[in-house]
């Protein structure tokens, strides 16, 4: 079966794209967008673990199910860092290392697929501090005011997205080490 509860809750985190985008373009008050925004974005970060509990709970677990979870957490965080950068939260050389790193590691993951090395490039912790990372930065960057009076989450978030960044290069250069055997094997055979 294609359209499962899993898989629609992993396509869902696409739709969301459009929507928090929208919400910057209402008119409506800085601080209601703000709190929206970032409402929504937990609701629809918080599907990446449901849709893989429910996948395995319920046994529907698939291929494209496998292939789409990541795409959609790629898509989602993306679309949020450039809204951020449009928003001017962030810097955009850390919305490029994120994102510049997701499109080298997707590539290279690609690649290994094709030449049946995928297990050397499998998930690792260091990718999924970094996801972590990037997951709770993202809402307090996206809330962007003070919170419980206690501090301003623009500064926490930008904290958080920059030690976000720095796991992003160093899971990336675990990978591309990882790999690393393979590359230079196929490079010798050229």
């Not at 893989?52 to 860092?81: E, I, M």
Request: proline share 3%; charged share 15%; aromatic share 10%.
């Amino acid at each position: 079966m294609f359209l499962t509860l899993p898989t629609l809750l992993t396509l869902s985190r696409i739709v969301a794209i459009p929507i928090i985008v929208l919400i910057f373009y209402l008119p409506i008050s800085s601080f209601v967008a703000n709190l929206t925004a970032t409402v929504l974005f937990i609701a629809f970060a918080l599907t990446d673990w449901l849709d893989g509990y429910l996948a395995r709970r319920l046994n529907q677990t698939s291929a494209f199910g496998a292939f789409l979870d990541p795409v959609a957490d790629k898509f989602l965080v993306c679309a949020s860092l450039l809204i951020l950068v449009h928003l001017q939260r962030i810097d955009v050389f850390v919305a490029l290392i994120i994102i510049g790193r997701e499109i080298a590691i997707s590539a290279l993951r690609e690649w290994m697929a094709r030449i049946g090395a995928s297990k050397s490039v499998a998930v690792h912790m260091l990718g999924k501090l970094k996801t972590t990372a990037q997951m709770v930065a993202i809402p307090f960057l996206l809330y962007d005011h003070h919170l419980l009076g206690l501090f301003h989450t623009r500064l926490l978030g930008q904290v958080l997205l920059w030690i976000a960044a720095v796991l992003t290069i160093w899971s990336m250069v675990y990978y591309l080490q990882k790999a690393g055997p393979e590359i230079r094997a196929r490079v010798r055979d050229v």
